[in-house]
Structures are given as C-alpha cells and as structure tokens.
T-cell receptor, first 112, second 116 residues
Framework: GIQVEQSPPDLILQEGANSTLRCNFS?????LQWFHQNPWGQLINLFY???GTKQNGRLSATTVATERYSLLYISSSQTTDSGVYFC??????????????FGKGTKLSVKP | ETGVTQTPRHLVMGMTNKKSLKCEQH?????MYWYKQSAKKPLELMFV???????ENNSVPSRFSPECPNSSHLFLHLHTLQPEDSALYLC???????????????FGQGTRLTVV
C-alpha cells in the first residue's frame, strides 16, 4: 500500500520563528489533507490540497503531486501552534474507498 | 465547531462490559468512518460506511461492531474488549464522489477509551 513519511518527527521552535513540515508519499493520490491535532486529541482540518498552493493566515501549503510531496509552512509561530501535524493521503484503487492513510506526524513545540 | 460530534468524550470500561460510542455529523455528508489512534502508532482506519453500507472493514476484531442507521449517525458497539484496545477512537465524515473518490474528511473530538 501507499507509504506516507513526514519530517521532521519533532520540531522545537521559539515563538515568532518560521517552519516547514514535509510529507512524502509513495504513489499518486486523489486526496491529501493536513491536520493539526491539539492536546485534547481533536484533529483540526488545515488544508485539503491534492495539488497546488493554498494559504490561510499564517499557514500555507503546497502539494507537488508529480513529485509526490507536500509542504506545510507555518510563519510567525505561536504557542497555540503546538501539537502534532498530520499529513493524510487517499488513493482510490480496487475496492479501497475512503481510506485516508496517515503519516506518523510532526510534533511541534513552540516555546514562549 | 467541526460539525462532527462524538460522545462520550471519555470512557472507562471493564473487559466484561458492553458499551457504545456515538458519532453524529451535521455536514450533509454521505460517508462516515471510525479510526483508531493508539499510543505511538499512526491513525488506523477501522470501518467505512458509504450511503449507510459498510464498504471497508480493515481486519478489525469482532469485539468491535459498527452500526450506521442513517447517513448522519454512526455507532461503535464494544464488548469484551482487551486492555490493548485502550486508545483514542475518532469518527469522521466526508462526501463520496464519483468513482469512489472521497472529498475532505472532517473529524470529531474523539472518545478516549480505557479498558481496565
């Protein structure tokens, strides 16, 4: 099946710093999403981005589908950005439907 | 407000108990999912329901029994669980499209289950 690798696994930032999180995937995908999991466990949608570039405030994401990677940019980080960031992809093939495959996540800690 | 609500938020149960997790979505989606997140493991898909029919059962033990009475509600019935089943259980919904493609998935807050 498709493999999803995220890097770095852990990241510590000083408040105000910028960062880039990477997601590599091993096959072409129909769907790619970035999530932020807060300390209470909830997965918050950040971007639905199977290709192209999107921006939402201090966050932006770029997916280069032909090269099988996606990047999540966080600018001017805040302590509330702390948590785990997940990339998840879906590839429809055969009888597999609606199966989002998650990476292991990047754990971000933003220090005041 | 994510549009997907899970209850209860926390659950402690003994190995001989029977309990149910509930999920409700208010997004008008036609597909719902159960995911499991164990410590130090990636999120794993358990079940997919599309148009109220189960389309994916990811080799989940029979002590987990899903039920989808309509496109807005999803249950996970639990019985004779093991301590290793302790995990965060997440419900999600999305819209199924053409050729089996599914659009953006939205998740509930999760139920943190502890089996003692």
């Amino acid at each position: 099946g498709i493999q999803v690798e995220q890097s770095p696994p852990d990241l510590i930032l000083q408040e105000g710093a910028n960062s880039t999180l990477r997601c590599n995937f091993s096959d072409s995908v129909n769907n790619l999403q970035w999530f932020h999991q807060n300390p209470w466990g909830q997965l918050i949608n950040l971007f639905y981005i199977p290709s192209g570039t999107k921006q939402n405030g201090r966050l932006s994401a770029t997916t280069v589908a032909t090269e099988r990677y996606s990047l999540l940019y966080i600018s001017s980080s805040q302590t509330t950005d702390s948590g785990v960031y997940f990339c998840a992809v879906e590839r429809n093939y055969g009888g597999s439907q609606g199966n989002l495959i998650f990476g292991k996540g990047t754990k971000l800690s933003v220090k005041p | 407000e994510t549009g997907v609500t899970q209850t209860p938020r926390h659950l402690v149960m003994g190995m001989t108990n029977k309990k149910s997790l509930k999920c409700e979505q208010h997004l008008g989606h036609n597909a719902m999912y159960w995911y499991k997140q164990s410590a130090k493991k990636p999120l794993e898909l358990m079940f997919v329901y599309s148009l109220e029919e189960r389309v994916e059962n990811n080799s989940v033990p029979s002590r987990f029994s899903p039920e989808c009475p309509n496109s807005s509600h999803l249950f996970l019935h639990l019985h004779t669980l093991q301590p290793e089943d302790s995990a965060l259980y997440l419900c999600a919904s999305s819209q199924g499209g053409h050729a089996g493609w599914f659009t953006e998935a939205f998740f509930g807050q999760g139920t943190r289950l502890t089996v003692v």
